[in-house]
Nanobody, 122 residues
């Protein structure tokens, strides 16, 4: 059974930083993508970053480019999201997701974590 467990959320003032972690267990695929999504109340879910396990290629949403960094530690089956220069509009529930990616990363993901709340105050 695949499980994704996020941690690292919390409350921070604008301009501050947080690092989210997502540890995967029970995953069988050797080539996969992991992504971070977020959803604020009343808004659609947004994919903000993703990384491919095989080559480490990354992709970011424009809303976080230059401020957030996704990285992975394959030995620990963990993906991180370093969030710097946080803004109040970054406030949301953050989710990590994973799926098989024999070639490129998918648009939709089948495996999800439970989410971790990030709140940025002005």
């Amino acid at each position: 059974q695949v499980q994704l467990v996020e941690s690292g959320g919390g409350s921070v003032q604008a301009g501050g930083s947080l690092r989210l972690s997502c540890t995967v267990s029970g995953y069988k695929y050797s080539r996969y993508c992991m992504a971070w999504f977020r959803q604020a109340p009343g808004k659609e879910r947004e994919r903000i970053a993703r990384i491919h396990s095989a080559n480490g290629s990354t992709l970011y949403a424009d809303s976080v480019k230059g401020r957030f960094t996704i990285s992975q530690d394959n030995a620990k089956n963990t993906v991180y999201l370093q969030m710097n220069s946080l803004k109040p509009e970054d406030t949301a529930m953050y989710y990590c997701a994973a799926d098989n990616a024999p070639l490129g990363c998918p648009l939709n993901y089948n495996y999800w974590g439970q989410g971790t709340q990030v709140t940025v105050s002005s």
